[in-house]
């Protein structure tokens, strides 16, 4: 069974478009994450909730918006999309205190053309 | 503001031989460490973690780690490296002040030779 798991894998879309990723973990954990990678490979967090709630929020534009319907589920919204959204988007999870480690999905390549 | 720094964008090797990916952190405060594997067009997977106790921490794949306060690093090794250990490595840290946010290296890209 996946443990994290996200859709789709891979997101070709135009400049201005609206487009939606989804995570599914079903390792029981209370915190999910979104993270981006860029062509660099650097690795930056985003946003987490902890039990639906938002946790971190970090400088992100707010074409952005993350949504967590269920403890199990975490989703990202991007309205409007741009040329420098391209990237790959990885979601994670962990159980609730921080001395746990993350659980990463197998990640969303977009490519905004 | 905590931060990892990896001072090696790559580091090559034969097979057989032994492997050190470096770590060098900077945290007020006690830190957890974390050392993360990517191998490509795939998520990260965890490889070992250092929270507390044993400097010495050992992980999976045969990978282990040293956490050497005076030096504030927290060094990748693996005895005898594998074909297979080539990946990109990232060393992690935790926020003191969000502790569920994790800061990361900028990776070192293993290559490990036949």
């Known amino acids: 069974d996946t443990a994290v798991s996200q859709t789709p894998k891979y997101l070709v879309t135009q400049m201005g478009n609206d487009k939606s990723i989804k995570c599914e973990q079903n390792l029981g954990h209370d915190t999910m994450y979104w993270y981006k990678q860029d062509s660099k490979k650097f690795l930056k967090i985003m946003f987490s909730y902890n039990n639906k709630e938002l946790i971190i929020n970090e400088t992100v534009p707010n074409r952005f918006s993350p949504k967590s319907p269920d403890k199990a589920h975490l989703n990202l919204h991007i309205n409007s999309l741009e040329l420098g959204d391209s990237a790959v988007y990885f979601c994670a999870s962990s159980q609730a205190t921080s001395q746990y480690e993350q659980y990463f999905g197998p990640g969303t390549r977009l490519t905004v053309t | 503001a905590q931060s990892v720094a990896q001072p090696e964008d790559q580091v090559n090797v034969a097979e057989g031989n032994p492997l050190t990916v470096k770590c060098t952190y900077s945290v007020s405060g006690n830190p957890y460490l974390f050392w993360y594997v990517q191998y490509p067009n795939r998520g990260l997977q965890f490889l070992l973690k250092?929270?507390?106790?044993?400097?010495l921490v050992k992980g999976s794949y045969g990978f282990e780690a040293e956490f050497n306060k005076s030096q504030t690093s927290f060094h990748l090794k693996k005895p005898s490296a594998l074909v297979s250990d080539s990946a990109l490595y990232f060393c992690?840290?935790?926020?003191?002040?969000?502790?569920?946010?994790?800061?990361f290296g900028a990776g070192t890209t293993v290559t490990v030779r036949a």
């Open positions: 992690a840290v935790r926020d003191i002040i969000n502790d569920y946010k994790l800061s």
């Open positions: 250092y929270i507390t106790g044993d400097n």
